[in-house]
């Protein structure tokens, strides 16, 4: 199936020290799917939830970047309203628009984009892996999570920091509850029983953060915090 946009949405809760990073990496992985890719649009849109530090400004670091700002709550009405308005915006119908969801604590390799378009083209679901930032301070948990983590094809994993679905079967499917966490296992649950088209892909991969304390209940930080 022929893909006219892609839209980036970025959910953030008080990130303004991962944001710069995360929305140049994004921005760099835009320009290379550009010059990849051509007569496909690319868009990016940062939903700031809440935000009471630096957050706005430093969204706003990427010239280009739609910024939309709220009380939502939960990290899933916050992805919700940024697929919503991403999906307005777009100049492409709803079938023809691939939504690329990553976070704000996350790194996205260059050819991010490019490698969920390809995939796109015969999927309407991918679900990606993630790498934890390897420091000098968590060496030992890096370790442990690479013993249970499983990085290639068909991987049983599930990240909102690395997932992508197609704009019509978004809203078939009624999109990202407002979840306080699994926002995006949920989805997934939902999409696998309506049988759509998926692939699990461990050639897409992004690399985020490896700290403990995380802006959810039960993320992926509080997974790492917890491995023994």
């Not at 991918?126 to 890096?142: C, F, I, Q, S, Y």
């Not at 990085?151 to 704009?167: F, I, Q, S, T, Y």
Request: with cysteine; charged share 20%.
């Amino acid at each position: 199936m022929n893909t006219g946009q892609l839209v980036v949405v970025v959910p953030a809760h008080n990130e303004e020290d991962w944001l710069p990073t995360c929305l140049a990496a994004v921005d760099e992985a835009r320009l290379h799917f550009l010059h990849s890719v051509p007569r496909v649009l690319v868009s990016v849109t940062v939903v700031l939830d809440r935000c009471t530090d630096g957050s706005a400004d430093a969204a706003r670091s990427i010239p280009g970047v739609s910024v939309i700002s709220g009380d939502f709550g939960s990290v899933g009405a916050a992805r919700h309203a940024g697929v919503r308005f991403a999906l307005a915006r777009s100049r492409s119908l709803p079938q023809h628009t691939w939504i690329a969801n990553t976070d704000a604590d996350t790194v996205v390799p260059r050819d991010w984009l490019v490698g969920q378009y390809r995939l796109a083209l015969e999927h309407d679901l991918v679900l990606g892996t993630v790498h934890p930032v390897l420091t000098a301070e968590n060496a030992e948990r890096v370790e442990l999570w690479s013993r249970e983590y499983v990085p290639e094809d068909g991987h049983p994993h599930v990240h909102g920091a690395n997932l992508g679905m197609r704009g019509s079967t978004y809203q078939e499917l009624g999109g990202f509850k407002p979840l306080a966490q699994d926002e995006d296992v949920d989805l997934v649950q939902r999409a696998k029983a309506a049988a759509v088209r998926w692939t699990a892909a461990g050639t897409v991969r992004v690399l985020t953060s490896s700290r403990t304390e995380g802006r959810v209940p039960a993320g992926f930080s509080s997974y790492l915090r917890l491995l023994r």
